[in-house]
């Protein structure tokens, strides 16, 4: 028997089938389980300590005692529920609680779910992104497209201010090309604007909307083959199909993220989400240098020059210092590696047989 204290915990009791509290205290007696009004003493309810149903301790959650009579009583003095009923509770603390106090053991269960996240993000999430991608209806590329253009018109690019003449000039190049892409040449639609912070650059979203900012085409000078090359490896992203790939890629990502932290947060779901629309302006190795082939065989095929592409790499090198090769840690080819492989591969397909 554990002997009687004195001791009571403050707290509120609430009558059976009575959604009315009053200030109480609980107090042990033997091995009997007292709950005594806070105002005159008087005892609510008792009961053989083994009746009462008593919750484990779960962070600073409140504690709850259930009386075989249908009357709880509630405290948040989890360390004074600790105290008077130790000899009864011992045993029966809560696994969260347990957990808590064994660091160890919640670094190890962190670094279960940080490795099943790694493996979801590895194996699962390109899975469901081919399986997506499959099963895709034509409407939702144009929806998912017409969104991001939306949000980027909103937040990054303005109106170009090419002349018309200019742009005239590579909308007829362009046109040239897309004759000679897969599907129908009115799939693909070339936009103009003035890039902002993302400078000069080029990029296709997944319903074949290809966006060229004035930034690219001034580095580009009276070039115009050379833009028609770049518009030329976009068709390919949209040939490939990796653009929509880079969008479900980003909305899984964001919801593994989401999975993973909980409720991040309307700040944070907002950056995860709208995120995505830049992530599409971004692709793997693979999908760079597929896109590359695919610029030389358009242009060829519209009796253009096959390796203008690789002049645009060569001015990043030369007027913005992008020297940098192909490491480990890089999403991208590094831009010497993949001017030699545009030649390489051009020089292939002139060595091929006619026909083939």
Not at 37 to 65: C, F, M, W, Y
Not at 210 to 235: C, F, N, R
Request: net charge negative; aromatic share 6%; hydrophobic share 40%.
């Amino acid at each position: 028997m554990v002997s009687d204290t004195g001791e009571t915990v403050s707290g509120e009791w609430h009558a059976a089938r009575s959604n009315v509290s009053s200030a109480a205290r609980l107090k042990l007696g033997g091995t009997i389980l007292l709950v005594l009004d806070g105002k005159d003493g008087h005892t609510r309810t008792q009961a053989e300590i083994g009746s009462v149903e008593i919750s484990h301790r779960i962070g600073a959650i409140p504690r709850e005692l259930h009386f075989p009579d249908g009357s709880l009583f509630e405290t948040s003095d989890n360390d004074g529920i600790d105290r008077l009923l130790q000899g009864y509770i011992t045993k029966r603390s809560g696994l969260v609680n347990w957990l808590e106090q064994f660091r160890l053991r919640l670094v190890g269960i962190t670094l279960c779910a940080v490795l099943l996240a790694y493996g979801t993000y590895k194996l699962a999430l390109p899975a469901m992104v081919e399986v997506a991608v499959a099963v895709t209806p034509p409407i939702v590329p144009q929806i998912m497209s017409s969104s991001t253009l939306e949000a980027l018109d909103r937040t990054v690019f303005s109106e170009s201010a090419l002349p018309v003449e200019k742009q005239d000039r590579i909308r007829a190049e362009f046109a040239r090309i897309a004759t000679h892409a897969e599907g129908s040449p009115e799939t693909y639609k070339l936009n103009f604007r003035d890039g902002g912070y993302i400078g000069p650059n080029a990029f296709a979203l997944p319903d074949g909307t290809i966006v060229l900012t004035d930034e690219l085409v001034e580095l580009a000078g009276d070039d115009t083959q050379m833009i028609t090359g770049v518009l030329a490896h976009e068709i390919g992203h949209v040939e490939y199909e990796h653009s929509l790939r880079q969008l479900y890629r980003a909305a899984g990502v964001a919801g593994l993220v989401m999975l993973v932290a909980g409720d991040v947060g309307s700040a944070m779901e907002d950056i995860l989400t709208q995120g995505g629309g830049l992530l599409a302006l971004s692709h793997s190795r693979d999908a760079e240098h597929q896109a590359d082939r695919r610029s030389v065989e358009l242009m060829r095929a519209a009796g253009l020059d096959a390796t203008a592409i690789e002049r645009f790499f060569a001015i990043l090198e030369e007027k913005l210092g992008d020297k940098d090769g192909t490491t480990i840690i890089s999403t991208h080819p590094g831009t010497p590696e993949r001017r030699k492989a545009i030649l390489d591969y051009n020089a292939s397909l002139d060595s091929k047989p006619a026909g083939q």
